[in-house]
């Protein structure tokens, strides 16, 4: 059986033939697709276009990818930017593994504007065909590289051969890249039972939570020590954290091993804090066993503890030197953390439009056994955004939707009524009402019915109490507090300064 190959696809400027340089280097056999139809058709491929025209020469290179990807054997080969467009090329695709270097439209543009290239001659071009293929690399992307330089395509290489040898199916791998850092997200099923693949050598110490650790501690700690923290968010404290950071010491762990966070956003945020400190800085793999964790927290680098005053007020970036989100362990999620979950999946899905806002929005129920697709687009769209803004300074503000009244209906009520999800849903409806969006709030009402969440704020918070506590968001800037809206799926708008009686009013209206 021949064995699959690694195929880049991409837009055009994403970097194919760069990845192509890398592989070589690393000694795999490599095919170029537009160096090849030009050898075919003797002309560049520009002259092919004037020519002959853009239909005989996308016939003519679906021929030719077709009998190329049926035979190929191992190796690298990197498609021309629209030979995805072709059933016939998909198809055959099938059998390998295909690797999608992500850019967008304008870093796009910027590469290309000086080159020669026949479809793309302004920005408008750019971003309407990049707007048509999009829907085609996501179908097909077994790995997704975000954008970086030629050295993040070497570091990822050796991470998508070992990818190649997992066994088990389907897992997706995503090359998160950011300004401090970069690090492989490996979404699928069965990973703790079957892969031996471990994003790092080195001894593991495993912080867990007492029922995540009962539940899946022996997938990770037969090579590792064990550090037990009680369940919820009271144990995200800095009396918790030092209590862990003398156990790793007292365990004798070095700055050789590392901290793997297994479990939910809880113990993600606690334990990548301790790395973080301890001893300045050991690496953590973050292990997500909820819904939240792996959609949104695992994520980013963002790590910390709460102070009695507030929730997150301490903590540091501290980027996961690997993500590994298992969806099985989702199976076992008590039904109201797996609805709680899907709040951050419903916000994202806003967030980002698309395919994915249909997706989120045509779901019927929330059962672990469909949203494969769901939670890998979830994790690509946070990692795309973190990726642009690592460190707050502008567009990671999106992920606020919904978080700026939820975390105040959470401070007012002590964290004791509300689930974290189930105030940040109360919270999208307060921030759609304010971005002048009566419609979308009303679907959004009725999917947050639809699965069993609360729409009303059901016993209702103190309304100033709520307010003051939202004036203590510690997003606010000298201007005030900014809140993300959004008039449509897919158009966030950050730093949004809103009328103080506009707030309350759309606090008011959440009243039973
Ligand atoms: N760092 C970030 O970027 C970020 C983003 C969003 C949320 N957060 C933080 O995440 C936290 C919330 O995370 P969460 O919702 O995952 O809560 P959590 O970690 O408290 O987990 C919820 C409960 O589910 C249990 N559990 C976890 N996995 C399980 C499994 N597979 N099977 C059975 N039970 C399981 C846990 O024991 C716990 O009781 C909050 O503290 C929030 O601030 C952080």
Redesign the pocket.
Known sequence: VARPAIVFIGFMGAGKSTALAVAREAGLETTEIDALMEREFGKPIRQVFEEDGEEAFRAREAEVVEALLKGADGGAIALGGGSILSERVRKALDRHVVVWLQIGATEAWRRIANSNRPLATSEKDVIRLLEERLPLYEELADVVVLPGDRGSLARALPVIQAYVGIPVDPARLLWATSASGEYPVLVGRQLLRETTWWPLQGRRFCIS?S??MR??GDFVSPLAEGVVIE???QS?TMEEAQRVLEELAGAEMTREDHVVAL???????LAGFCAHVYQRGVPVVQVP??L??QV??AY?G??GVDLALA??YVGAYHLPAGVISDID??R???RE?LA??FV?VLKTGLLAGGKLWEQVRSLERINPEELDEIIFSCARYKCEVVAADERDAGLRAVLNLGHTVGHAIEAESDYATFR??EAVGLGLLAALRLSDAPDLRDEVEDILRRHGLPVRLDPPTDTEMTLLFLERDKKRTSKGVGFTLLSKPGCPEVGQLVNPDRVRAALIELYP
């Open positions: 939570d029922e995540v539940l899946y369940p919820g968010e995200k479990g939910g956003g809880v113990v993600g945020d066993t909820t939240v964790a949104d927290s980013g963002k790590t929730k997150n362990c989702l076992t999620l008590p953390e709680s979950g951050e974290h999800g």
